[in-house]
């Protein structure tokens, strides 16, 4: 089974500092991983993904994100947040064996302060 | 290009009757998901549908079923709603080539409250 862990509910941060949104996974096989970003009363909008190659993955909107096996993780960053990056930020998981299911954590919401 | 758009954007139904709900796929693209979003959680998976068969199911009951037709738009039932059927319901499509390693492209979805 895969699953995906979003450990803050929140995350508060001031405009013009660096933005972490941690995320967790767990995959029986190679993880396909993703990030997306939800603002209000809309759908879900993609940023970037991780399937192979270079840890380091270049996103939408100055979002980048790290993939590290051994820590099983794949946090979202952002050197400097604007307040406008201010949403809903979803993480989700696909096992490269296990079909076409996408696997999201719960959302963790950004809010970045003028 | 026109991106993923589902219809209706809200409705209301009550326990125990039926809801379909419609999804257009952005152009060029075959594959169709949806997913249902319960409020303050993650999307979870439906089904997926290609080539107008269901190729992949979450761990939802036999009364959501879905269509897919030839111009790859598709449709989600409900049957028998419940109180907890109440979420919104996410449409994505992506070209069958990218199902497993590309992005899906989200419609801005369809909120149904079950009263």
């Known amino acids: 089974a895969q699953s995906v862990a979003q450990p803050e509910d929140q995350v508060n941060v001031a405009e013009g500092n660096p933005l972490t949104v941690k995320c967790t996974y767990s995959v029986s096989g190679n993880p396909y991983l993703f990030w997306y970003v939800q603002y209000p009363n809309r759908g879900l909008q993609f940023l970037l993904k991780?399937?192979?190659?270079?840890?380091l993955v270049k996103g939408s909107y100055g979002f980048e994100a790290e993939f590290n096996k051994s820590q099983t993780s794949f946090h979202l960053k952002k050197p400097s947040a604007l307040v406008s990056d201010s949403a809903l930020y979803f993480c989700?998981?696909?096992?490269?064996?296990?079909?076409?299911?996408?696997?999201f954590g719960g959302g963790t919401r950004v809010l970045v302060k003028p | 290009e026109t991106g993923v758009t589902q219809s209706p954007t809200h409705l209301i139904k009550t326990r125990g009757q039926q809801v379909t709900l419609r999804c257009s796929s952005q152009?060029?693209?075959?594959?169709v998901s949806w997913y249902q979003q319960a409020l303050g959680q993650g999307p979870q998976f439906i089904f997926q549908?290609?080539?107008?068969?269901?190729?992949g199911r979450g761990n939802f009951p036999p009364r959501f079923s879905g269509l897919q037709f030839p111009n790859y738009s598709s449709e989600l039932n409900v049957n028998a709603l419940e109180l907890d059927d109440s979420a919104l319901y996410l449409c994505?499509?992506?070209?069958?080539?990218?199902?497993?390693?590309?992005?899906?492209?989200f419609g801005e979805g369809s909120r149904l409250t079950v009263l």
């Open positions: 989700a998981v696909r096992d490269a064996a296990a079909g076409n299911k996408l696997t």
């Open positions: 549908y290609y080539r107008e068969e269901e190729n």
């Open positions: 152009s060029g693209h075959n594959t």
């Open positions: 994505a499509s992506s070209p069958i080539q990218g199902a497993r390693t590309g992005e899906l492209f």
């Open positions: 991780y399937i192979t190659g270079d840890n």
